[in-house]
């Protein structure tokens, strides 16, 4: 399977801010999905999309599948601490999902 | 409440030896994977399985085996024809093709 490029590969935040990170790939998906995780835990779903152009919010996230279906991009506004942690960006067409690197966010108090 | 449990969280192999790491789900999923995520990488696939008694291998299958004996449990050995085994390892379920996977927490496996 193939590695997503995911930028940046990570990012100091200030408290308040909004923050975008993105995922391209070479080769089309029918799925985008953004995963979060924390020291020592497994992956989390954070926003699913499913259809290209799809633009979907979860909370103070927000994620757009792109239309070429070979990117996707995710927005966290007015981040907070807790935003601390690896995000992830993953692609599928079956059953089998194709993850970026991450996007490893330290947010300044 | 429904999830993935994996266990151990933690898991110390000597040189030469086996290990099975265990996967349980009670979401009633039928497929399951197992990942082996290394610092600073994304996840990268180990094995799957769509069904009961039938799994693949992924991208990075050598020198790991599983089993699919049950619906709920995806148990991985790690033998020791694997040379670069500590890693963490993540197991997830999906219910079908287009639902996204559902992780667990991971067992954190070293070399004594």
């Known amino acids: 399977g193939q590695q997503l490029n995911q930028s940046p590969q990570s990012m100091f935040i200030q408290e308040g801010e909004d923050v975008s990170m993105n995922c391209t790939s070479s080769?089309?998906?029918?799925?985008w999905l953004w995963y979060k995780q924390d020291p020592g835990e497994g992956p989390v779903l954070l926003i699913a999309l499913y259809k290209a152009g799809e633009l979907t919010s979860n909370g103070r996230l927000t994620a757009q599948f792109g239309i070429t279906r070979k990117d996707s991009f995710l927005n966290i506004s007015a981040s907070i601490p807790s935003d601390v942690g690896i995000y992830f960006c993953a692609g599928s067409n079956d059953y089998k999902l194709s993850f970026g690197a991450g996007t490893t966010v330290t947010v300044r108090a | 409440d429904g999830g993935i449990t994996q266990s151990p969280k933690y898991l110390f192999r000597k040189e030469g030896q086996n290990v099975t790491l265990s996967c349980e789900q009670n979401l009633n999923h039928d497929a399951m994977y197992w990942y082996r995520q290394d610092p600073g990488q994304g996840l990268r696939l180990i094995y799957y399985?769509?069904?009961?008694?039938?799994?693949q291998k992924g991208d990075i299958a050598e020198g790991y085996s599983v089993s699919r004996e049950k619906k709920e449990s995806f148990p991985l050995t790690v033998t020791s024809a694997q040379k670069n085994p500590t890693a963490f390892y993540l197991c997830a379920s999906t219910q079908g093709l287009v639902q996204p996977q559902h992780f667990g927490d991971g067992t954190r496996l070293s070399i004594l």
């Open positions: 080769s089309i998906f029918n799925t």
């Open positions: 399985s769509q069904i009961v008694n039938d799994f």
